[in-house]
């Protein structure tokens, strides 16, 4: 009997020490697992942080001076377009491309930004580039950089789309203003020129030409003088007295200086 006791604690001694092994196994495995994944985890975690975040941080500083977008409004047979607003100093810059009928200069007089419900007047435009046609069959592409134009004419370009490329100045507006409800409205295009662009803009050697097969030799003038500008045929030429030379001549800048559109061009742009 004492030997089968004796037997029976050691067979039991044995199994609590196989038991008790195993547990320690089991629970040194589960915690290593554990600090596997603590491990790993958290740098994955950060990268993405990191690659969310950083995009957006870009987006806005870039938010606070210039937009982007292209936005396109169609009104009274013409195709305007949005391309950027600025925030210039006190000004709002909004670059506008629009479609050009015909030969004439034709350029934004009628339009307005309201920012928030407050509506800020249009001051003027400066040129970006443009393809352009002329009354004589030819076309040109300009483009400014910074006061000097730079332009290239090729005989091709009269089969190309006329357009131009404004960049239009509203003044004294907020500083925050490209966080604001914008809304950029267009009202009149017209090819009437500027007062110190009217003799550029009539070009009277060109019409000159158109007029030399009906007057050959005929020598036209364009003159700007403060508050005054006009046209004539030049004193002591043979046509100088010409009532039909005077008409026809006279005919040629009504053409050049009568266009004008009135439509109504918005723009919505998002916030």
Known sequence: MKNKTGIRRIASI???????????YLLSTWFGNTKDQEVVNPPIEDTIVVTQKSPVGTEAAAADDIKHLTMEVFSSGLTMAVQSVERSGDDAVVEVRMQLKDWRDWKI?????????????????DLVE???????GSACHISMNDDAQEKECLPSMIEEAPYRVDRLIFKDIPHDFLQRSIIVKITEVNSFPNES?????????????LMDDEFPGIELECYEEPGISGYRIKEDTPYAKNEKAMETFSQFVTDAFSGRVAGIWEFNLPN
């Open 130 to 136: 443009g393809l352009f046609h002329y009354r004589d």
């Open 109 to 125: 007089s009628k339009a307005s930004i309201e920012i928030d419900g407050q509506e800020y007047q249009y001051a003027g435009f």
């Open 197 to 209: 662009q009217y003799c550029e803009t009539l070009d009277v050697d060109t019409i000159a030409k």
């Open 14 to 24: 044995a199994i609590a020490a196989i038991v008790i092994v195993g547990m320690y």
